[in-house]
């Protein structure tokens, strides 16, 4: 018998974190605002706290839903189901449980992929697509992310975030992400990441969301195959354009399915949300203001995966939709 749905909540730990209980798993997440629904989704080994400095301005729009994905930050670890369907499935129960219908869903590298997963499993639930750096677009990605699918890499992590040193390892690489390099932009958030593998729960966590999704040759789940889904629901995609983990190239994908808006960031890496967040919150009001929510209709989805190809539709996106690269 599969395990039953309940609400456990809202339950706080002394921050803007609250707890519901889904499939006996605790799910943490955040949520604050009003108006209509924004989901956030983080990346790999991050959790809700990577949107900190847009979750505020954000909210005086939107209600804001920011969860810990399931095996990062407070949610539960179990050896579960990591694969990214299995992530949408749980984005749509915890909407269901708070009472959301439908949502614009927003993802951050891993989160971006969910972001489309969950698009692709529940089009009638979304409105929009938001795509920040995300992973899915293609086969190129950081060598560091592709080792946690070798082979004994469990290990050598383990060893390489003891005690003895992994204070003297994280505090170097937070030093160094306040040089003005761009190779180290990414690192203070890199540094959160590997204390985080300390922990051997969430260890396994992130290697076996990895695992569902790459080798060490690279990302060989994508949704490339299906993007031309995606001219049905207006899609934003920002890159920063010193990604160094996920390639800026990536967003070449949007521009040839002439996706609604294509931003790419200078002097932003691959958390351009952190990097410059006033400009992520202005592009991304400004798209929800230009562009409709999508309306589901199964007669239109029908058509188009029998073509396999975009039907003539009135709602579709014009062929020359721009690309823009916000200059400063």
């Known amino acids: 018998m599969a395990p039953t749905t309940a609400y456990a909540g809202p339950m706080s730990d002394g921050d803007d974190l609250q707890y519901v209980t889904v499939h006996g798993y605790r799910r943490a997440y955040r949520m604050t605002g009003s108006g209509p629904a924004l989901l956030l989704l983080h990346g790999l080994g991050c959790d809700s706290s990577t949107w900190d400095r847009v979750i505020a301005p954000l909210a005086e729009h939107f209600t804001v839903i920011a969860p810990d994905l399931l095996g990062h930050g407070a949610s539960a670890k179990p050896d579960a189901d990591y694969s990214l369907g299995g992530y949408a499935n749980g984005m749509r129960d915890l909407l269901t449980i708070l009472g959301i219908d439908k949502v614009t869903v927003a993802g951050h590298s891993l989160g971006g992929g969910v972001a489309m997963q969950f698009a692709y ?89 990895t695992g569902h999704v790459m080798d060490w040759r690279g990302q060989y789940i994508t949704m490339t195959d299906r993007t031309y889904l995606a001219t049905i629901v207006p899609v934003l995609v920002i890159w920063g354009a010193d990604d160094l983990v996920i390639p800026v190239s990536h967003a070449q994908v949007a521009r040839d399915q002439k996706w609604s808006d294509v931003h790419v960031l200078p002097g932003a890496g691959h958390f351009p949300h952190r990097d410059r967040p006033d400009d992520v919150v202005r592009i991304l009001l400004e798209f929800v203001a230009s562009h409709e929510p999508a309306t589901y209709r199964r007669a239109t989805w029908r058509a188009m995966l029998r073509r396999g190809a975009q039907p003539a539709l009135d709602s579709a996106p014009s062929a020359d939709s721009p690309t823009v690269t916000v200059a400063g």
């Open 121 to 209: 499993q529940f089009p009638d639930r979304t409105e929009r697509i938001v795509l920040v750096s995300a992973g899915g677009l293609g086969r190129e990605v950081t060598p560091l992310i592709r080792f946690l699918t070798v082979p004994g890499s469990g290990s050598a992590i383990s060893l390489a975030t003891r005690r003895p040193w992994r204070r003297l390892v994280a505090g170097g690489l937070r030093g160094l992400s306040r040089s003005r390099l761009t190779a180290t932009r990414d690192l203070g958030e890199v540094a959160r990441i590997y204390e985080s593998m300390a922990d051997p729960a969430t260890r396994r966590a992130v290697q076996r969301v």
